[in-house]
């Protein structure tokens, strides 16, 4: 399927700005599962990647990570990083907001971080593009780390899969009138001896559906102790 291209995905986001943050009607579940089952009170340096207008950075900031906990928050559009930048502006000492050129390699040292963020951006990207950046996620991840994700999915019953399908006919229509995003199974890219399954859920607010995916990472002859091959069945409709 085709996504856009990185530099039109930056001018789109560059013009939608801060109206990503109206986005609430079907982010605010997803989100707060992602903080309940993602242990950032235990955290110490965390990597945000496609930060948006920094809302998910600014709520843990200021609610759930310690104030010694370091935070990287990277992004491709120009809007979000000056938007990021001023809303975190009171946590200077500890966060750094850096541009990124689209690229999907971390500018970042081997084990350097213990949390792995990001919502909403895989589903942007391309088949390649996911595969590079689930590496550059394990690599740069401590072992014991957390990757912490949320992307749209594709859902089930009638209500579910009518949202979906009219989303997928839009974005085939055309990938920018849907900011890139589309229904993708992200679990399916997650290689078990990568990744030990610590929570999944799929939830349906408003009919749209978003994948809600924990792991921590296990590094080389370090055995994972789950399968991440997940039952449909167990997802959450709200």
């Given at each position: 399927?085709?996504?856009?291209?990185?530099?039109?995905?930056?001018?789109?986001?560059?013009?939608?700005?801060?109206?990503?943050?109206?986005?609430?009607?079907?982010?605010?579940?997803?989100?707060?599962?992602?903080?309940?089952?993602?242990?950032?009170?235990?955290?110490?340096?965390?990597?945000?990647?496609?930060?948006?207008?920094?809302?998910?950075?600014?709520?843990?900031?200021?609610?759930?990570?310690?104030?010694?906990?370091?935070?990287?928050?990277?992004?491709?559009?120009?809007?979000?990083?000056?938007?990021?930048?001023?809303?975190?502006?009171?946590?200077?000492?500890?966060?750094?907001?850096?541009?990124?050129?689209?690229?999907?390699?971390?500018?970042?040292?081997?084990?350097?971080y213990d949390r792995f963020v990001s919502t909403y951006v895989f589903d942007l990207l391309?088949?390649?593009?996911?595969?590079?950046?689930?590496?550059?996620?394990?690599?740069?991840?401590?072992?014991?780390?957390?990757?912490?994700?949320?992307?749209?999915?594709?859902?089930?019953?009638?209500?579910?899969?009518?949202?979906?399908?009219?989303?997928?006919?839009?974005?085939?229509?055309?990938?920018?009138?849907?900011?890139?995003?589309?229904?993708?199974?992200?679990?399916?890219?997650?290689?078990?001896?990568?990744?030990?399954?610590?929570?999944?859920?799929?939830?349906?607010?408003?009919?749209?559906?978003?994948?809600?995916?924990?792991?921590?990472?296990?590094?080389?002859?370090?055995?994972?102790?789950?399968?991440?091959?997940?039952?449909?069945?167990?997802?959450?409709?709200?």
């Amino acid at each position: 399927m085709r996504t856009l291209s990185h530099s039109k995905a930056k001018k789109f986001y560059d013009r939608f700005g801060a109206r990503q943050d109206r986005s609430t009607l079907y982010e605010d579940l997803p989100i707060r599962l992602l903080i309940e089952n993602s242990e950032f009170e235990d955290a110490n340096s965390v990597l945000e990647f496609g930060c948006g207008t920094g809302r998910l950075a600014e709520r843990l900031l200021a609610e759930h990570l310690t104030s010694e906990t370091a935070y990287t928050a990277l992004d491709i559009s120009d809007t979000m990083i000056g938007l990021t930048r001023g809303r975190l502006a009171q946590w200077n000492s500890r966060v750094e907001v850096r541009q990124t050129a689209g690229q999907m390699t971390l500018d970042a040292d081997d084990s350097s971080y213990d949390r792995f963020v990001s919502t909403y951006v895989f589903d942007l990207l391309s088949i390649g593009d996911i595969v590079k950046l689930l590496d550059e996620a394990h690599r740069v991840l401590q072992p014991g780390g957390l990757i912490c994700l949320v992307s749209l999915t594709a859902g089930h019953g009638f209500g579910a899969k009518l949202a979906t399908g009219m989303w997928r006919l839009a974005y085939w229509i055309s990938p920018a009138v849907m900011g890139g995003c589309r229904p993708i199974r992200l679990w399916r890219y997650l290689f078990a001896d990568h990744w030990e399954a610590k929570f999944r859920r799929v939830v349906c607010p408003g009919g749209l559906c978003s994948e809600i995916l924990i792991a921590r990472c296990v590094k080389e002859n370090e055995p994972a102790r789950a399968d991440l091959t997940f039952d449909f069945q167990s997802a959450v409709r709200r």
